[in-house]
């Protein structure tokens, strides 16, 4: 029945059965009883050898993402953002795929070096990178590191002389254009963390600091919108700006910078009406961008790079829970617990993120029933799934899958209430093989010194 809290943009589905087209990796389907299954694995069968909440990856849907990438973005240097999710067998797929990738601390770099990724397809990024993380990235020969400050500016040039190293670096350029996106993951404007400002003259500075730095080669530039945009309209705006820098450094110095990476941050759909732009309506926006800039300003095209994460893994992951409890509130809704949570998934207390969900151990004919997915945690923000129709017949014991949970879910996922990260078992041609484990209780007690 609806009820007024339903939102607006909230509809009954005609079969809640069905798996919305561009929301779950490519080999997801039901089987005659109605139980998912993803890469020719049941989830029932997946649920109880490896047990709940666990992530379950699709590694030929991920391969599939990459290679389309690869081929749209042919002209592009095209580089895998490790935040998204990183583990050993996800830096191999990359590289093996004829990907980059791009690391943000020393755990990813960390990851990504024992995994045996090629260092010179490394790029560097960070505000606030230590001098560890810097020296480890100059000994193992990381193809590009951007700059994100006057401060790491001094601190890389005293470690490259220091190492008997030139590393090429990109400056970070903020191009001041503010994304239609979550306040928390709009990375381009004037009052956030990252980046030399345009706006105060910091960014042309640091391009010319950069220059005139005997220690460093000094590639190209930089700019990252935010994460999780709809349209194109602020990558125009910011390729034309970055691009005026450029010109600007070719005019003052006789000096044309090869490179331009214009980052990631495109959107993938969480709910049946997204309508995400396509790789290849991306590529082609950029190229024009880019080329139409240039054009207008007298100067040569870059090399371009783009920086895709969420677009390359998110839909290749669910997370697949089992119900704990319903609890129907008259003239509200029926809030269903599953046994994860805020743990798992951060993104819906974080920046209001979106999901969908389905019954995933059985058909159901019943009718739909207005829900809120929720976990275990002592929190009242612990919402997995904010607005969905379920089942009127879910019940304690049922799995429930929830689709695109292959980005920011377990990278971001945390120890709340003491517990432990779910497992990530990958899945292909029918066999299933555990990527990362489950943490148990012991490892967190492991942590304890007294």
Known sequence: MLTSTQPEWLTEPADLNALPDGLWPASAQRAADGVLAVGGLRVDELAAEFGTPMYVFDEDDFRARCTEFRTVFDDFDVYYAGKAFLCRPVARICAELGLHMDVCSLGELRIAISAGFPAERLVMHGNNKSAEELATGLRHGV??????????????????????????????????????THANIATAHDDQKFGF????????????????????????????????????????????????VRAQFLREHGVSLPEVSLGGGFAIAYLDHHRP??????????????????????????????EPGRTLVGRSGITVYRVGTVKAVAGLRTFVSVDGGMSDNIRPALYDGLYTGVLAGRRSDAGPMLSR???????????????????????????????????YCRSLANNFNHTPRPPVV???????????RRETYDDLLALEVE
């Open 373 to 407: 997915v929720v976990g275990l945690h002592c929190d009242a923000g612990d919402v997995v799934v904010r607005d969905d129709h379920l089942p009127a017949d879910i019940r304690v014991g049922d799995l429930l899958a929830v689709p695109n949970t292959g980005a």
């Open 143 to 180: 193809g590009r590191i951007v700059v994100d400050s006057f401060d790491e500016l001094a601190l890389l040039r005293e470690l490259a002389a220091e190492a008997g190293v030139r590393p090429k670096v990109l400056i970070r350029v903020n191009v001041g254009v503010h994304a239609d």
């Open 277 to 306: 732009s396509t790789p290849a309506e991306i590529a082609a926006g950029l190229r024009e961008f880019t080329r139409s800039s240039c054009a207008e300003l007298g100067t040569e095209p870059p090399r371009l790079a783009i």
């Open 197 to 244: 400002s345009l706006r105060t003259g910091d960014a042309s500075t640091a391009v010319e600091a950069a220059h005139r730095a005997a220690e460093l080669e000094l590639a190209g530039l930089h700019m990252h919108l935010g994460s999780q945009i709809f349209g194109l309209e602020s990558f125009e705006v910011g390729v034309r700006r970055v691009m005026e």
């Open 426 to 436: 990958a899945v292909r041609d029918g066999g299933a093989r555990l990527w990362l």
